[in-house]
């Protein structure tokens, strides 16, 4: 079946790094992939998106690039903060399909 | 503001009791979702419903019940027959069967323990 496999954690980053989570998936056609954020207590949000091969996601600062040939969907952003401190779930979907396909969630915490 | 509504935040049951949690969501939404989250193991689809009056077992049915009686409401609940009822339950909905474009929205959440 369909998975989604992301790198384990937790992470930890002092402010102003450089952050890359990882994420793989397995997946028979062509699914659509997600990165959620799960601050602390909450639930979850969309923090980004991409629905084909080649294209990026991108919102607060956080990119990803959906890249077919070697399955992977990972996520990066060029300088934390503290703020971005929260649990990041990879995902996928397909048309058709009546679910969301989660990875375990990787907890990032940013120092000061 | 539309959204999606969990009650309660938090809530306890004893052993052999029956619990419902509530989920209300006014972005006229007709696919709604329940997930359960443990520590490490990501989200699990427990049940989902794509229209009014239906519904389908996800990947952990086992111990659980939802009714759909209205688009808006997706309640859950969790019977004496869950072995392990402890865990973070997220409610969900999409604007149509999750595909290729569609975003889902969530609740905050509610946290169940077992005393």
């Known amino acids: 079946g369909d998975s989604v496999t992301q790198m384990e954690g937790p992470v930890t980053l002092s402010e102003e790094a450089f952050l890359t989570i990882n994420c793989t998936y397995t997946?028979?056609?062509?699914?659509?992939l997600f990165w959620y954020v799960q601050y602390p207590g909450e639930g979850l949000q969309l923090l980004l998106k991409?629905?084909?091969?080649?294209d990026k996601g991108s919102n607060k600062g956080f990119e990803a690039t959906y890249r077919k040939e070697t399955t992977s969907f990972h996520l990066e952003k060029g300088s934390v903060q503290v703020s971005d401190s929260a649990v990041y779930f990879c995902?996928?979907?397909?048309?058709?399909?009546?679910?969301?396909?989660f990875g375990k969630g990787t907890k990032l915490t940013v120092n000061p | 503001d539309g959204g999606i509504t969990q009650s309660p935040k938090y809530l306890f049951r004893k052993e052999g009791q029956n619990v419902t949690l509530s989920c209300e969501q006014n972005?006229?939404?007709?696919?709604m979702y329940w997930y359960r989250q443990d520590p490490g193991q990501g989200l699990r689809l427990i049940y989902y419903?794509?229209?009014?009056?239906?519904?389908q077992k996800g990947d952990i049915a086992e111990g659980y019940s939802v009714s759909r009686e209205k688009k808006e409401s997706f309640p859950l609940t969790v019977t004496s027959a869950q072995k392990n009822p402890t865990a973070f339950y997220l409610c969900?909905?999409?604007?149509?069967?999750?595909?290729?474009?569609?975003?889902?929205?969530f609740g905050q959440g509610t946290r169940l323990t077992v005393v």
């Open positions: 969900a909905s999409s604007s149509r069967y999750l595909g290729q474009d569609t975003e889902a929205f």
């Open positions: 997946a028979t056609g062509y699914p659509s």
């Open positions: 991409a629905t084909k091969a080649d």
């Open positions: 995902a996928l979907s397909k048309g058709g399909s009546e679910k969301l396909v």
């Open positions: 972005l006229n939404h007709d696919a």
């Open positions: 419903s794509q229209i009014v009056n239906d519904f």
